[in-house]
């Protein structure tokens, strides 16, 4: 995903879920959005151990995250689940109901 606009959504702007792998998030523009703005993988995969259905490898930079969880106040701007090999840099986070990002739990 290069350079998208995600604006007006309700429950999540991208929810990637169970198990993504080489996924990049690049340049994107999140606004108003009703839950978190990025979902990458998930809560209940913890002990996955099939390589092929683990979140691994994933990108998410230079992005903006604008006036996120509008609607569902206790979502966060950017929820990462249970992940390896994911590189979160370069992002802004503004205008946030609850917090900016939570990552695994």
């Not at 309700?10 to 959005?33: E, K, N, T």
């Not at 106040?73 to 590189?87: F, I, K, P, Q």
């Amino acid at each position: 995903f290069d350079n998208c606009t995600f604006r007006h959504l309700g429950a999540a702007g991208l929810q990637l879920g169970q198990g993504p792998q080489d996924v990049r998030v690049s340049g994107c523009h999140f606004y108003d959005i009703s839950g978190a703005a990025i979902q990458l993988g998930d809560y209940a995969d913890f002990n996955e151990t099939d390589p092929g259905k683990q979140t691994r490898r994933n990108t998410i930079e230079d992005t903006l995250i604008d006036s996120a969880a509008t609607e569902f106040h206790g979502n966060v701007g950017l929820s990462v689940g249970y992940a390896a090999e994911t590189d979160i840099h370069h992002n802004e986070l503004r205008n946030l109901t609850y917090g900016g990002g939570s990552v695994g739990w």
